[in-house]
């Protein structure tokens, strides 16, 4: 399989991270775990069935689905050619381009037709008669400005939140109290306006940050745990292990003891996508 991504024009580049392709030359099954990155991601399975086990059996993704915030691990039974097309957005930055409540999508995989009608389903029509990933990338950018055109997205509320989101990524955090200060809003008024537009708390954001983080270390086998968890602002090496283990589903040990054959591609510090390359 191989992987390749694009950035989006100008206008776009705020609000999404980046587009990307996976292809395999020959039809496959595979078995692989996907785990919560704070960001939402639209995604084509191109020749390609999903089935997702969040531990309550086996359910069809939608050929068009959006992946919504997640923040339990859930694994994945692919079948077929292998083919993607994405795009995935910042923690904030879906927000713009509907109406529903962020937080109702949680947890969830979303018939992104049902989700946003209209035209829509001609795009996904042609992008399935001629799934070329340059074809796909301009036809939904042509489809998302006209979205983000129509959608009020320089209110204050937005900005208030994707000021915290960056903030959140600076390589020495402030702490939730720290941020509210340094925003000038009260701890409940940045918790309401942060849920509406990212799914989740601060909290919870700075927690996804640190154990992405982590994957840039664990890559390195001259890097023991402990000292992953002192490059990621963990407490100590069972700090790491126990956050660790309630967003992966399984201890670092055994991660790395674990094939990645599709998320491996996102866990990666050059590609794009990983959440930690935040631009």
Not at 98 to 107: A, G, K, P, V
Not at 189 to 204: V, Y
Request: aromatic share 12%; glycine share 6%; charged share 25%.
């Amino acid at each position: 399989m191989y992987y390749r991504e694009q950035t989006p024009r100008a206008e776009l580049r705020p609000y999404i991270n980046c587009f990307w392709a996976i292809d395999s030359a020959e039809a496959v099954t595979v078995r692989d775990r996907t785990l919560p990155d704070g960001c939402q991601e639209i995604i084509f399975n191109v020749e390609t069935r999903v089935l997702r086990d969040d531990g309550h059996g086996l359910n069809t993704n939608p050929a068009v689905e959006l992946v919504g915030q997640m923040t339990k691990p859930y694994e994945v039974v692919t079948s077929g050619r292998q083919r993607y097309f994405g795009i995935k957005f910042y923690p904030h930055s879906f927000s713009p381009f509907t109406r529903e409540s962020i937080c109702d999508l949680r947890d969830q995989s979303i018939d992104l037709r049902a989700l946003f009608g209209g035209d829509f389903e001609r795009i996904v029509d042609r992008v399935f008669e001629r799934p070329a990933f340059e074809r796909f990338v301009r036809l939904m950018e042509n489809h998302l400005l006209r979205r983000l055109q129509s959608a009020e997205t320089a209110g204050s509320c937005y900005r208030l939140v994707e000021r915290a989101v960056r903030r959140l990524f600076l390589p020495e955090p402030p702490t939730i109290d720290r941020l509210c200060a340094e925003l000038g809003v009260s701890d409940r008024h940045l918790q309401s306006r942060f849920r509406r537009h990212t799914g989740l708390s601060p909290k919870q954001l700075a927690k996804m940050i640190r154990f992405q983080k982590s994957f840039q270390y664990l890559a390195d086998p001259r890097i023991s745990l402990t000292e992953v968890a002192q490059h990621c602002g963990y407490y100590d090496h069972a700090h790491f292990a126990h956050d660790f283990k309630s967003l992966a589903g399984m201890s670092p040990s055994q991660y790395l003891c674990t094939d990645r054959p599709l998320t491996g591609f996102f866990l990666a510090a050059e590609s794009r996508a990983y959440l930690c390359n935040l631009r």
